[in-house]
């Protein structure tokens, strides 16, 4: 078992920084790729960004790509989502996943073994 606990949420205005945080417990961290997905309200879970194991290879989705910076540091068990220049279609749940899986692209929902409880980014325009 893997248990994630993001970190890092809160209320800000448009054009402002928000850096998301995952904290994972449980196997060893280092051999499993890491994840961001969203919802927004009212919308379906997306993907948003990941990263693999290994050479830690990162994808983003076009929406936040050059905006958003997926990293990790297996000394400390964590995964990060640099978030710059918000924008209000931005605010949803975002949500961290691990798989075992170093997928190439987009991450699939139904791929990812594990899921953490989500944390609320809201961006007032």
């Known amino acids: 078992q893997v248990q994630l606990v993001e970190s890092g949420g809160g209320l800000v205005q448009a054009g402002a920084s928000l850096r998301l945080s995952c904290a994972a417990s449980g196997r060893t961290f280092s051999d499993y790729a890491m994840a961001w997905f969203r919802q927004p309200p009212g919308k379906e879970r997306e993907f948003v960004a990941g990263i693999t194991w290994g050479v830690s290879n990162k994808y983003y989705a076009d929406s936040v790509k050059g905006r958003f910076t997926i990293s990790r540091d297996n000394a400390k068990n964590t995964v990060y989502l640099q978030m710059n220049s918000l924008k209000p279609e931005d605010t949803a749940n975002y949500y961290c996943?691990?798989?075992?899986?170093?997928?190439?692209?987009?991450?699939?929902?139904?791929?990812?073994?594990?899921w953490g409880k989500g944390t609320l980014v809201t961006v007032s325009s």
């Open positions: 996943a691990a798989t075992a899986t170093n997928y190439i692209g987009t991450y699939p929902e139904s791929g990812m073994g594990y």
